[in-house]
């Protein structure tokens, strides 16, 4: 069409208005010849249905009776029908009973098609349908349909739109002719003023209307358009320089990418910041102030966005006018048009230098934090076993001695006081730990069902001695219908056990204290209420209780810290409980009138756990059998001359482990090193080790797991300073059956070698 392009527009209008004409009758003619076609062709189509059901109503009997003369003679009906080229009748197996040919030659399928309903064919349809009787499909009918009529109509069709063609493109011509002058000059006149327009960007110029026609309109509407066009560009113009002002003077780079993925422009802050012009920095210049090792994960990050026109955050270093590398966050967002076009990207580079220094010092920060934290538990765990391993050889030779019949009653009561001693300043270092665990959130809860009265009964058997030695009357009512929670044993006897001997420590001899138990059936929980009748608290104790290191009004000012205790047993007391979902809080009337706590837990309603007996007695005084006294194993019931291994490197214990067990009547072998411990054992074979486990060549889990893959029925007893959760489990691991904490009594020793060597 490019010689169309040169002429004249009123050829070209009048091309163009024969063209359309000529155009919308073919399309006009083409459109009618498409409807009748398939118009003509649906009515074929209906009517072969319609003669396919008639034949299938009047076959039923001749298929129901297998009657072939009958059912041929139906079909010999549809010879009336010349637009049925041919048709078959199958029985309910597919097996062709009668058919029909109008022509010779016609092919009829062998049997019966296995879909129903229409189907076009070529020059031709055929219509498929069931022969039914009472819902029973007795046969198939086949018939095939000819287009010859079709197409005998078109024809006659096809030369009547000829003639309608060829008489209606001459009198377009004709009257293209006439009319093009006409409608041609207010065309010329906006042709003249559009090119005026574009060659000189003046919109201020209007083209002449003629008439108020169409065409009129027409220019009327273009003039207007040229006024508001004047405005637009006026506003954009506008709009343009305010932009550019306003990211000038932002304090973040700006810029701006076309379809390419090439920069446009960036503002006056990105010129200044890289002190480049802006030539320099459209296309692909400005990845030069990129650092050359961040530049391929930027682009990239780029690059991907672009190609799915996504936003992007990309972090990388810009070299700076100064010739410093600063950090800065790029973030573009996709541009696009009113009719949702790509247009190319906007974004921004913000300077996040300071915020990068910030996060590393922060994390320089932490890092130390975290090593001060691992140094401080590998400190306190050393504290713990360098106080508690001193203390090991006084509290088994004091307990021993406490216990042995050939002393005088006054050395053994001498004896005593130095292990009760002993094992208070343990229990003092364990309360610290503690506290450091609980804080720090971690320590580990062994959760299970577990019956509430034989917590508290332990925890009251280990306060036993004191409530003997002070006189003082012990209730018990453990009333509560339910008892089994859901808890750690061990912590929570920690818990009544520190609430027992505060209300032991503060109440004065032959005075009381109550235990009682309580179900709340509206809470799902059971109360536990410990009572006495000592100094009480004031509001203000009452206040400050459950904090670390508290101490009472007893204990402040000018007067005698005559109770001891650092005031940590309440405040992990507390956190245990809380740990279990529990509550507990202190009641009390004032000095000299008692005081109450209250420790709620939640009930394990699911679990029920066997009678064990051991409760639901209540009780006034000494002497009943309610409560069990700590078991106290009997000297020298173990069988004589086992062999025992001792493999711990500080002396003094050594050498206190060795005489104890001696006397009881072991064959005992001393070592202090993992290499004694390993030759002893290779020497001869022994029955149970006893072992530290920080030794000065290795390790003593190490060696007993070694030990236990030579021997296997050796039983193992750790004995070691240190106690966390981990350590036990370590100990567990490894062969030791059970894992005692230093400092020990001599009770704990014997009841724990029994364990492992009575049968």
Not at 203 to 229: C, H, I, V, W
Request: hydrophobic share 45%.
């Amino acid at each position: 069409m490019s010689w169309l392009a040169d002429l004249p527009v009123q050829r070209k209008l009048r091309f163009a208005m024969l063209f359309t004409s000529s155009m919308a009758l073919v399309l006009a003619c083409g459109v009618f010849l498409g409807v009748e076609y398939n118009g003509y062709l649906r009515n074929i189509e209906q009517t072969m249905a319609a003669l396919a059901r008639v034949t299938a109503n009047n076959s039923t009997a001749a298929i129901a009776f297998a009657d072939p003369d009958d059912a041929q003679e139906n079909l010999e009906a549809l010879r009336a029908e010349p637009q049925v080229l041919a048709a078959a009748l199958y029985d309910s197996s597919g097996v062709l009973i009668a058919s029909y040919r109008a022509e010779e030659g016609v092919a009829l399928p062998e049997v019966a098609p296995d879909w129903i309903g229409p189907r076009e064919i070529e020059d031709g349809v055929v219509h498929v349908e069931p022969v039914v009787q009472e819902s029973r499909r007795l046969g198939t009918i086949y018939l095939q349909g000819t287009l010859e009529q079709l197409y005998a109509r078109m024809r006659i069709y096809a030369a009547v739109v000829v003639l309608v063609l060829a008489a209606s493109i001459a009198l377009a011509w004709m009257l293209a002719s006439v009319l093009q002058r006409t409608l041609a000059r207010p065309v010329i006149e906006l042709a003249s003023t559009a090119d005026a327009i574009s060659k000189g960007s003046d919109y201020s110029l209007r083209a002449r209307q003629y008439g108020r026609d169409e065409l009129g309109r027409l220019t009327a509407a273009f003039n207007a358009m040229l006024e508001r066009t004047q405005q637009a560009v006026g506003a954009l113009r506008e709009s343009e320089a305010r932009f550019r002002q306003m990211a000038d003077a932002a304090p973040v780079l700006i810029w701006l990418a076309d379809t390419s993925g090439g920069c446009t422009w960036v503002n006056q802050r990105w010129v200044d910041f890289v002190g480049k012009p802006l030539e320099r920095l459209t296309g692909d210049g400005w990845i030069d102030s990129i650092h050359p090792d961040d530049r391929p994960h930027a682009l990239e990050a780029y690059h991907v966005a672009f190609r799915a026109r996504k936003p992007f955050y990309s972090e990388y270093r810009m070299r700076r006018h100064d010739g410093e590398d600063r950090w800065v966050i790029d973030h573009g967002i996709p541009r696009f048009g009113a009719g949702g076009d790509f247009t190319g990207y906007i974004g921004s580079c913000t300077d996040v230098t300071d915020r990068k220094l910030g996060e590393q010092e922060v994390a320089l920060a932490r890092d130390k934090a975290l090593a001060a934290s691992r140094a401080k538990d590998e400190f306190l765990a050393a504290l713990s076993h360098e106080l508690r391993t001193p203390l090991n050889p006084v509290l088994l030779v004091a307990s021993d001695a406490a216990q042995n019949p050939d002393l005088p009653e006054s050395v053994r009561a001498d004896f005593d006081l130095i292990a009760k001693n002993v094992a208070l300043e343990a229990r003092l270092i364990d309360d610290l730990l503690d506290l450091t665990r609980i804080v720090r959130g971690k320590l580990s809860l062994d959760l299970r069902p577990r019956d509430l009265h034989v917590i508290l009964q332990d925890a009251i058997a280990t306060v036993w001695s004191d409530l003997e030695s002070k006189g003082i009357r012990l209730h018990l009512d453990l009333a509560a219908e339910q008892s089994v929670i859901w808890g750690d044993a061990v912590r929570l006897q920690q818990v009544f056990w520190n609430v027992l001997k505060n209300a032991v420590k503060f109440t004065p001899e032959r005075g009381e204290v109550s235990v009682e138990t309580r179900t709340l059936p509206e809470s799902g929980r059971v109360r536990v209420l410990i009572t006495d009748t000592g100094i009480g608290l004031t509001p203000a104790e009452l206040g400050r209780i459950f904090e670390a290191f508290s101490q009472g009004e007893h204990a402040e000012g000018t007067k005698t810290h005559r109770f001891g205790g650092l005031g940590l047993g309440l405040a992990i007391s507390r956190m245990i409980v809380e740990l279990h979902s529990g509550t507990i809080h202190a009641t009390s009337e004032g000095r000299d009138k008692g005081a109450t706590f209250h420790v709620e837990l939640p009930l394990a309603l699911d679990h029920q756990l066997p009678e064990t007996g051991r409760a639901g007695n209540p009780f006034t005084g000494f002497g009943e059998p309610v409560i069990e006294a700590p078991v106290r194993a009997e000297r020298h019931a173990i069988e004589p001359r086992r062999s025992v291994l001792v493999v711990e490197d500080h002396q003094p214990t050594a050498r206190t482990l060795t005489q104890l067990l001696t006397r009881r009547g072991f064959d005992v072998v001393a070592a202090g090193t993992v290499a004694e411990a390993r030759a002893a054992a290779a020497a001869r074979q022994f029955e149970l080790v006893i072992s530290d486990i920080g030794l000065p060549d290795g390790d003593g889990v190490e060696l007993m797991t070694e030990l236990r893959a030579s021997h296997p029925a050796l039983r193992g007893l750790a004995l070691s300073g240190y106690g966390a959760e981990q350590d036990i489990s370590r100990s567990h691991d490894a062969g030791f059956e059970d894992h005692l904490t230093k400092p020990i009594n001599v009770e704990a020793l014997d009841r724990a070698v029994a364990k492992l060597l009575v049968k």
